[in-house]
């Protein structure tokens, strides 16, 4: 059975830097895509990074890319999300998502975005909020 959950979620000011994690039960690291998704306030859910774990190619959203990076711990079934120099647009509820069998997703990114049907287990979130 799969099973994901968000931590690392809080509060900081504009500039500063949080770490998700994305602790994983059931997953498959080989052939497992993964992402991470957000949704602002009032706002549809968007995606911010997504990860193949077999090769660890990344795709990240352009509003996050030099400032988001993604990486993989094999040993703990865990995906973080290291965000930096955040910003007040960087609020959101933050989600990880995964599909099992991941490679021909990973392959359709490289045409286009990642979208939330393209992944069928979701953890519940976590919270952050960049604020002065």
């Known amino acids: 059975q799969v099973h994901l959950v968000e931590t690392g979620g809080g509060s900081v000011q504009p500039g500063g830097s949080l770490t998700l994690s994305c602790v994983t039960s059931?997953?498959?690291?080989?052939?497992?895509?993964m992402a991470w998704f957000r949704q602002p306030p009032g706002l549809q859910r968007e995606v911010v990074a997504a990860i193949y774990t077999g090769s660890r190619s990344t795709y990240y959203a352009d509003s996050v890319k030099g400032r988001f990076t993604l990486s993989q711990d094999n040993a703990k079934n865990t995906v973080h999300l290291h965000m930096n120099a955040l910003k007040p647009s960087d609020t959101a509820m933050y989600y990880c998502?995964?599909?099992?069998?991941?490679?021909?997703?990973?392959?359709?990114?490289?045409?286009?975005?990642?979208?939330?049907?393209?992944?069928?287990?979701w953890g519940q979130g976590t919270q952050v909020t960049v604020s002065s």
């Open positions: 998502a995964t599909e099992v069998d991941g490679m021909g997703t990973f392959a359709a990114w490289n045409f286009r975005p990642p979208k939330t049907q393209d992944l069928r287990y």
């Open positions: 059931g997953v498959p690291f080989g052939t497992a895509s």
